[in-house]
């Protein structure tokens, strides 16, 4: 039985007396979220009949614990005419376990059986929780009383529709999973249960009241007079922390200058702001209008509470889950850094607890110092391969970044069929020099024959020269490294003279690193501090180095002087060529950070109040 079923069965007192007393029951362990609960008839002495029980047990179970407990109770509460709440600790809990149940007594008069004694049976973690239970079973029962001792309000349907009113709201509001749904429907289900024209809540965002709903309207900006209104209404109910009714009692003491300012401007309303709080904080404010004849009533005000104190935690769920990931991180920051500064002014206190924190890091911290520039990787030294003597390219092996061994890798190589026939008739003429000279020799001419002896020799360092160009027709580099010039492919066929340089190769382990340090941080760079570089081509890797020497001379890049410094690296590796560029920082030592961060602009300002 649900209970608004239950309520139901309040309008009509034609049901047995004990039916009547354990949905009356059933509804107050609901409102009040209690674990179980007893009506009891006292009956002399320290005895007591129990009336209704709940949940229902059979006859032949015996009485709870606690309940035998809260029977010695009831006659205590008998002689208050307030809530008497006392800590309940069964037998089997551990003695250093903290309290977490509490039995509660409430005298409450029923219908054709006079004063009797409701106990309950509440299991809360927290002063606020409790306090929150106790009255709303205090709530609950104030409207059964209410009915019994008011001349006015004699009527026992009307009492119970009241209570149906609120139950109804709850059911509406635990339909919706979102929250602009359920804010929404709030104050819809609000203005048609207490014919309102016009039903608003307002969340506490910061120190100020933000308006998220109004009943019949779904879209609404800011903007308007007439939400700004409405928020400083719910901001003056805020700030004083209680229930604001336009017009107000004669014996009220509140504050209610936003309020009748709304009341008169918009056609003269009655005006009712109501707190919804939850773990004993103000999050929201309701704000309910409708014409001046249909004045809010006390039950009224009583009914419109006990809906508010029903509906908050299931408003403020929503408001606190349903957002985006942001608003989430930020409100769980929030709550944690008011765990250690206090609740008001947090992020205020927060942010100058991190600038005290960040100058006292700024003055004491230490850090490395880096200089940061630009670099350039060139050759230590490379191999030049010119033209052995003058001819035409035949063949080209190679391209720019191939690499190559020493004595064993072919470069190109130069036409040679012009350089053999010469070899050809150069032997063919030693030939004949040899026969004349052997004939000068017979015939006793022995000037003749040295002539020819001579002209023989002549013959062979010719024959010499042009072996050598033909053998040296194929160039071969004389070490092992990489080709950094010599795109010849294109040009195969030309002509080249001798010295030509055809090709150059450089050694992968005489690559160095060029560093362009600009003026204002040269004074900081000493021979033999060490440093790291990384390539733009291969920023994630790192490569030491150790400064060799500073060339003395400052030379103009980019409209600004540069000092170049030459550094020694501790690696090189197959992907690295001459000619790349990235950035290089050298490790000067310990500074404190204010100094490191502060350096350039005091540099700057020294610079310019000098001149």
Request: glycine letters at 6%; charged letters at 20%.
């Amino acid at each position: 039985m649900t209970v608004s079923e239950i309520i139901e069965q309040f309008n009509t007192l034609n049901g047995k007396p004990g039916l009547f007393l354990q949905n009356l029951l059933a509804a107050q362990c609901f409102l009040g979220q209690a674990d179980g609960g007893a009506i009891l008839r006292l009956i002399g002495g320290q005895k007591a009949d129990i009336l209704a029980l709940y949940p229902h047990v059979k006859n032949d179970t015996p009485v709870p614990e606690w309940l035998a407990l809260a029977m010695k109770y009831a006659h205590e509460s008998n002689q208050s005419e307030t809530a008497i709440v006392k800590p309940f600790k069964p037998a089997d809990t551990l003695y250093d376990h903290p309290v977490k149940s509490h039995i509660v007594t409430v005298t409450i008069m029923v219908p054709d059986i006079g004063k009797t004694i409701a106990v309950f049976l509440l299991n809360v973690h927290n002063e606020e929780a409790l306090e929150a239970n106790v009255q709303k079973l205090q709530l609950s029962t104030g409207i059964l009383n209410y009915s019994q001792s008011s001349p006015v309000q004699q009527n026992w349907q009307q009492n119970c529709l009241r209570l149906r009113q609120a139950m109804e709201t709850l059911a509406t509001v635990n339909q919706q999973k979102k929250f602009t749904g359920a804010a929404m429907a709030f104050c819809n289900e609000a203005a048609a249960q207490w014919q309102c024209e016009r039903v608003s809540i307002g969340f506490l965002k910061g120190r100020y009241v933000q308006l998220k709903a109004m009943s019949r309207t779904e879209n609404f900006s800011r903007k308007m007079k007439v939400v700004q209104d409405i928020e400083s209404t719910m901001e003056e109910c805020l700030d004083q922390d209680t229930e604001i009714l336009v017009p107000a009692p004669k014996d009220s003491a509140y504050i209610d200058r936003a309020a009748n300012a709304l009341s008169k401007f918009y056609g003269t309303q009655s005006v009712l702001s109501v707190p919804l709080r939850h773990e004993g904080k103000v999050i929201a404010i309701l704000t309910l209008e409708r014409p001046l004849e249909r004045h809010f009533s006390i039950g009224e005000v009583e009914t419109i509470r006990l809906a508010c104190e029903l509906c908050t935690p299931r408003l403020a769920s929503l408001y606190e889950h349903n957002r985006w990931i942001g608003a989430k991180i930020g409100s769980g920051c929030r709550k944690f850094a008011a765990a250690f500064v206090g609740s008001k002014y947090t992020w205020t206190k927060v942010i100058a607890f991190l600038c005290c924190a960040a100058i006292l890091f700024l003055i004491f911290a230490e850090g490395q110092f880096r200089v940061k520039a630009l670099f350039v990787l060139e050759a230590a030294y490379q191999q030049v391969i010119p033209a052995p003597f003058d001819g035409y390219i035949e063949t080209v092996d190679v391209n720019i970044g191939d690499s190559v061994e020493a004595g064993k890798t072919i470069l190109a190589k130069l036409e040679t069929t012009d350089l053999r026939l010469k070899l050809t008739q150069s032997e063919a003429n030693k030939s004949t020099l040899i026969k004349q000279a052997l004939a000068y020799s017979d015939k006793n001419e022995l000037a003749e024959a040295a002539i020819s002896r001579e002209k023989v020799k002549e013959v062979d360092a010719e024959i010499e020269y042009l072996n050598y160009q033909i053998n040296h027709a194929s160039l071969i580099s004389p070490m092992s490294g990489i080709v950094v010039k010599g795109d010849l492919k294109r040009q195969i066929g030309s002509p080249v003279k001798v010295g030509d340089v055809m090709f150059e190769v450089c050694p992968l382990e005489a690559l160095r690193a060029q560093i362009h340090v600009p003026e204002d941080q040269i004074f900081d760079v000493q021979a033999g501090q060490e440093g790291e570089l990384a390539l733009v081509s291969d920023p994630g890797r790192k490569i030491r180095f150790v400064v060799e020497k500073i060339n003395p001379i400052a030379e103009v890049e980019n409209q600004r002087n540069i000092f170049k410094v030459q550094v020694q690296l501790g690696e090189t590796y197959r992907g690295m060529r001459p000619g790349m560029e990235g950035v290089a920082k050298v490790t000067i030592g310990k500074r404190r950070y204010a100094w490191i961060w502060s350096r350039k602009v005091v540099n700057w300002v020294r610079m310019k109040l000098w001149l």
